[in-house]
């Protein structure tokens, strides 16, 4: 097949998932056309079938705001035109669904070819921004026209019902991880590097926004480092960043604790790692934590959104409920002075992300794709 992919191109779960979605699908002899305004960041390997097409969006001193969702469509008429796309997947609604239905009725327009469009919901498309009345009525008209809505979780599902009047059915296909890629075995000098006396290792990566509860993530560590010796990596970069390495500092553990920015190769830091913690406000999924999980480590997170779709409590890792971090934080300090417990949970959690492993969830959305693909040698 000929598949358009628009997705976000930055470290956003959404945009991983995507990129990781059209590699695996390459790999598999499709032809995969990124729509984009930036190279993604996981886009780092060279493959045959994949093609790079970038949304370049000319500015004009009239514009204060530059109109990205008309070059995005304009680019997308292009692409599919020339590529003879059989059709288009949007990850995240905004604006990619409705830049989507543009494109396909420009090119019905033009053409007499209906190429259809899958919108995968991810999370705060529908949750937070979406949500917002200036959005809405865009929103959910171009969610109603997508030929196929998928959604990355239950618990997305829900909300995007309770939230947006859709009349069409919504098909959860669970983000995925390549469990072979995260299964990797620690590199002891790289482990020593960050804990030199053998200290536990905490981790948490996001994008540092308000909705990740970064402040938390600091305060659960300050408590376990009373007790425990151990060390904190904080991956990624964001708005809440300043404030949150000033906090680091108030509690007196910024010496354990380390801010090294956005990071590509994951899997090296997750395989030194002991436990992940993600006491978000909300996740409709929580790729972050799966990708942990495929690493061997525990997940503590909050009990929030499709987190307890992936987190099994006791079993992978632990939940509390949102700011709760006393709670967290004393099962942070259990877990981690009950040395073969905690690899019994490690095991378990890579466990459970084989269950999420991209072998098995790639055909699922070649399926969907068969159902709605223009050609009948799809
Ligand atoms: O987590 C973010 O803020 C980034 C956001 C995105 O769209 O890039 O992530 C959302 O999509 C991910 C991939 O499906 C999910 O794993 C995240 O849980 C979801 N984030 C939220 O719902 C806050």
């Not at 109109?67 to 995005?72: C, D, K, S």
Request: glycine share 6%; with cysteine; charged share 20%.
């Amino acid at each position: 097949m000929r598949i358009g992919i628009v997705c976000y191109p930055t470290f956003g779960g959404s945009g991983v998932l995507a990129t990781e979605l059209g590699k695996a699908l390459a790999d598999k002899g499709h032809q995969v056309h990124f729509i984009t305004y930036q190279q993604p960041v996981r886009l780092n390997v060279f493959n045959a079938n994949i093609f790079y097409h970038e949304v370049r969006v000319p500015t004009y001193p009239l514009f204060d705001y530059p109109p990205y969702e008309v070059a995005l469509a304009s680019t997308m008429v292009d692409v599919i035109m020339n590529h003879d796309l059989d059709l288009l997947h949007v990850h995240y609604a905004i604006p990619h669904a409705s830049a989507a239905y543009m494109a396909k009725q420009i090119v019905l327009n033009k053409t007499g070819r209906s190429v259809p469009f899958i919108t995968t919901l991810h999370g705060t498309d529908i949750t937070l921004v979406g949500r917002d009345k200036t959005y809405e009525p865009v929103v959910t008209f171009s969610i109603n026209e997508s030929d196929a809505i998928t959604a990355v979780s239950e618990n997305l599902k829900e909300e995007t019902f309770k939230h947006f009047p859709i009349t069409k059915e919504i098909q959860v296909i669970t983000n995925f991880v390549d469990v072979n890629r995260f299964a990797k075995k620690p590199i002891d000098a790289f482990r020593k590097v960050i804990a030199p006396n053998g200290e536990k290792i905490l981790l948490h990566a996001s994008n540092f926004r308000k909705v990740k509860r970064v402040d938390d993530v600091i305060k659960i560590f300050a408590e376990v480092r009373k007790q425990i010796p151990a060390k904190l990596m904080m991956v990624g970069d964001g708005p809440e960043r300043p404030s949150t390495e000033n906090l680091a500092r108030e509690l007196g553990v910024d010496e354990d604790v380390r801010f090294v920015g956005k990071q590509e190769q994951m899997e090296e830091i997750l395989a030194v790692s002991d436990v992940f913690l993600l006491p978000s406000e909300y996740e409709s999924f929580g790729l972050a934590a799966l990708e942990a999980m495929a690493a061997r480590e525990i997940v503590i997170s909050t009990n929030a959104g499709g987190l307890p779709e992936i987190n099994i409590h006791g079993v992978t890792g632990f939940m509390a409920n949102v700011g709760d971090v006393a709670t967290m934080s004393a099962f942070a300090i259990d877990i981690l002075k009950n040395e073969h417990k905690l690899s019994a949970m490690k095991e378990a959690a890579y466990a459970h992300a084989t269950k999420y492993d991209i072998t098995n969830i790639i055909p699922i959305y070649e399926k969907l794709y068969r159902q709605y693909c223009r050609t009948g040698d799809c």
